[in-house]
T-cell receptor, first 114, second 109 residues
Framework: IAGITQAPTSQILAAGRRMTLRCTQDMRHNAMYWYRQDLGLGLRLIHYSNTAGTTGKGEVPDGYSVSRANTDDFPLTLASAVPSQTSVYFC?????????????FGEGSRLTVL | GQNIDQPTEMTATEGAIVQINCTYQTSGFNGLFWYQQHAGEAPTFLSYNVLDGLEEKGRFSSFLSRSKGYSYLLLKELQMKDSASYLCAVVDSNYQLIWGAGTKLIIKP
């Protein structure tokens, strides 16, 4: 089934630990995104990539890094997790050829930092 | 600053009609999305409006007025499965998506 796969689905992490959230898509979309979703707030963009080999900072990039070595994979790394990074993280992709710019989302990764 | 406003929560009855409003103040406008998100799941695309007017898609319709910075999502013949959060998002002048906090819709029998 075509789509976006995220892993892990859920994780509890001690503060100070390093964590990588994985995201893989098989739709050959050039653009990929990482969002965080917190109660009472809209989705906030962390980092994005318009094409393989390029990345950019979103609204809330501090404490996070990304890489885009190929079209399919877009991992998000927390170098040293802090409790304020407790959130649900969504990876998404879009096809620039689609004039609407519709986003396709993964199922989310629920991260708890203690 | 950029701002998207939606009601936090709404309640409606099965079989009825509900209108969820979204007002926005953004730097430029290049389209408006509505997404549906069931609890614990990913958002899924409902509609995209870039021109003024009403777009109908089955039981769901979306309306846009660019001059008023206003959109609404209209849900007809409500079903229990429509209980979800509805997210409004605007594409600004830099083609960045600005998201509202979402409206939680509760459907009662």
């Amino acid at each position: 089934i075509a789509g976006i796969t995220q892993a892990p689905t859920s994780q509890i992490l001690a503060a100070g630990r390093r964590m990588t959230l994985r995201c893989t898509q098989d739709m050959r979309h050039n653009a990929m995104y990482w969002y965080r979703q917190d109660l009472g707030l809209g989705l906030r963009l962390i980092h994005y990539s318009n094409t393989a080999g390029t990345t950019g900072k979103g609204e809330v990039p501090d404490g996070y890094s990304v890489s885009r070595a190929n079209t399919d994979d877009f991992p998000l790394t927390l170098a040293s997790a802090v409790p304020s990074q407790t959130s649900v993280y969504f990876c998404a992709s879009s096809d620039p050829r689609d004039s609407s710019g519709e986003l396709f989302f993964g199922e989310g990764s629920r991260l708890t930092v203690l | 600053g950029q701002n998207i406003d939606q009601p936090t929560e709404m309640t409606a009855t099965e079989g009825a009609i509900v209108q969820i409003n979204c007002t926005y103040q953004t730097s430029g406008f290049n389209g408006l999305f509505w997404y549906q998100q069931h609890a614990g799941e990913a958002p899924t695309f409902l509609s995209y409006n870039v021109l003024d007017g009403l777009e109908e898609k089955g039981r769901f319709s979306s309306f846009l007025s660019r001059s008023k910075g206003y959109s609404y999502l209209l849900l007809k013949e409500l079903q229990m499965k429509d209980s979800a959060s509805y997210l409004c998002a605007v594409v600004d002048s830099n083609y960045q998506l600005i998201w509202g906090a979402g409206t939680k819709l509760i459907i009662k029998p």
